[in-house]
C-alpha cells in the first residue's frame, strides 16, 4: 500500500509545496508540486500572516491539483534570525548493567535538554551527535550494549515561541496539521549531501532570499547551526541601489546576467536596463554588474568562514562547503567562496529523484526535496498524533531520526 506524505517549504522568496508517495519497497516518487511567489515573510520570519497564509495556499492548492490529493498534514521548513544552538550532555544510569534499551537512550536525550534556555523560546530539535558507555567514547547507536551509565552529547536546537506559533498558525489557518518542524538546513542536507561527506565533516550552507542557513555535519551528525540575516535579496538590493534601477529590475538582471567574477566578463558588454528619472533606460556595463555581485558575495562567504570558526570545528572539515539555495545557482560563487573559505566547495543540487521532478533538481529546492525526504524517513503522516505532541514524543521522534534503525 502507498503511502502519502506531503512537505511545505516557506521561503522568503518562494513557498513550494511537495507532494510524495512512498511504495511498500520504500520508494519515494514526487507525484506534485505547487511553487508560488511568497509573501509576508521577511528574512524567513512571518511579518504579515494574512499574506503568508495566501501565499502557502497558493502553493498547496497547486501541488494539490497537480497531485490529486487533499493535503491535510505536511512537514514545515523553519528558519530565521531567531533560531539559536547549543551544545549539551545528558546522562543516566542503567540499572544492572542490562542492555541498553530504546528508553534509556530516550531518558539521556531528555537528560540533556534540561538546559536553561531563554524565555519565550523552545526546543525545536535535540540531534544526538555521539554517547559513551562508562567513560568509553564514540559509540553512535548504544542499543544493545551493556553498561552502567550513559552519557549522550546532544546538539539542542531552538527558536523564538511567537515566531514559532505565528509560522504554525499560517499553515493551520489552512486546515493543514504540521507533522514536523524541521530546521532548513537539516532539510537541505538530506537533499545535498553524500553519506561519505557527513561522515568526514562537511558544511552546508543554504543561501535563500532572505538568510544563510548553516549547519556543519561531522561523523554522521549535525553538530553545529546557525541562521545569517544575509541572503541573496541583498545581493538584488546592492544592484538596485549602485546601479539605480528598480528592485524588479534587478533581480532580472541578477538571474540573466549576474556572475561573482567580473573578470569572466568582456570588457565591453553592455545590458540596457530600466533607470529612474526622466530617461526610462540606461547601459549598464555587465563588469560593472559583477563587480557589484562579487562584493556581496565575497561578504557572504566571509561570514559563512566566520561562523565556522566560531563553532570551533574549522580543522574537521576535509570534505569542504556545500552550497544551495537559489543564490547558489548564480555562475562564479562557487570560485569565490572557495577562494574565501579555503575549503573545497561544491554547488549541492537534489539528486536521484523520481516523478515530477524537472523543476526540482537546482540548488534552490534543496530543503523543499530535503523535507520530503525527512518525512519519508518518519512516514508518521498516514497515522494520526496531537498537533503538539508531548517533549517525550518529540524526543522519541527526532532519536528515531538521527539514529540507524
Known sequence: MEKTIASIDIGTTKVCTLVGEISELGVLRIIGVGIAPSRGLRKGVVVNATEAAEAIAASVERAERISGYQISRAYVGIAGAHIASLNSRGIVAVPGGRPIADEDVLRALDAAQ??????????????PRGFSIDGQEGVSDPRGMHGVRLEVEAHIITGSTPTIQNLVKCVNSLDIEIDELVLAPLASGEAV??????????????????????????????????????????????IAICLRTPFEEAEEAKKKYGHALPKEIAEGETLDMASFGENAHQKISRRELAQVLHARVEEIAGLILQEIKRSGYDGLLPAGVVLCGGTADLPGIREVAREVIGLPVRVGKPHDLQGLVDTLTKPAFATSVGLLLWGQRQKPSVRPHPPKPSLTGRVARWFKNFLPG
Open 114 to 127: 534540561a538546559i536553561s534556555i531563554p524565555e519565550n523560546n523552545e526546543i525545536i530539535h535535540i540531534v
Open 193 to 238: 549531501l553524500t553519506d561519505t561527506e557527513r561522515a568526514m565533516g562537511v558544511v552546508v550552507a543554504d543561501i535563500g532570499g532572505g538568510t544563510t542557513d548553516i549547519a556543519i555535519f561531522i561523523e554522521g551528525s549535525v553538530w553545529h547551526t546557525s541562521i545569517l540575516p544575509v541572503g541573496g535579496h541583498h545581493l538584488t538590493n546592492d
